[in-house]
Structures are given as C-alpha cells and as structure tokens.
C-alpha cells in the first residue's frame, strides 16, 4: 500500500492549490482520510478529516476556505485550498486510515509530503 500526494506548489495570496493523494495497491477498507500540515519550524497539525461516509472536519484555522472531499472507488481523497494566506505555507501530508486486508487490524497510513508555499 502506497499513498501518492500531488498537487502542490507556488501560489500567491489569495489563490487556489488542489491537493489529491491516491492510494496504491490492494486494500481491504478505507476508513478515515485526512490531511497535515507541518508549517515551517512548527509541529504537524490537523488540516481536515474526512469519513468513508462523507463527514468532514476542518481545523478552525482553515474552516471557510478549504474543502475535503474524496473518491471512495479510487480510493483518492482531494483537498480544495482557496483564498490561501501566506500562513498557510507548509508541508502537507496525506493521511489514511485502512486495513490491507479481510482479517488485518487497520492502521495509519502516510504519504510523502507536498510543498505548499503562499508568497504575500
């Protein structure tokens, strides 16, 4: 099981990114997807959950703005960024909740991180 992230980059303030991470290989369940972000010097912290059902949850910080959505036949999640501020310049990270297989306890799972940077 592999989590590929894509789709970051430059942008200026004020503009959009979309993140997408797609998970690779066979897998039972998916579970909880979600995004990080580790900002430059700081601790990772919660971006935005989401359920298999659809339920999302957004971290005060970019509630308004950002957008998790996700693709349960391509086992793909996506994150909409909008109205980006400078402080939202991080790394961000994919994050997956699944089991590999019928029988296998589910457990985290992280892709590579993407650059996120908002110039002012």
């Known amino acids: 099981v592999q989590l590929q992230a894509s789709g970051g980059g430059l942008v200026q303030a004020g503009g959009s990114l979309r993140l997408s991470c797609a998970v690779s290989?066979?897998?039972?369940?998916?579970?909880?997807m979600g995004w990080y972000r580790q900002p430059p010097g700081k601790q990772r912290e919660l971006v935005a959950t989401?359920?298999?059902?659809?339920?999302?949850n957004y971290a005060d910080s970019v509630k308004g703005r950002f957008t998790i959505s996700r693709d349960n036949s391509k086992n793909t999640q996506y994150l909409q960024m909008d109205s980006l501020r400078p402080e939202d310049t991080a790394v961000y990270y994919c994050n997956v909740n699944l089991s590999p297989s019928f029988g296998m306890a589910p457990r985290d799972y992280w892709g590579e991180g993407t650059q996120v940077t908002v110039s002012s």
């Open positions: 989401i359920t298999s059902g659809g339920q999302s």
């Open positions: 290989g066979y897998v039972f369940q998916v579970n909880f």
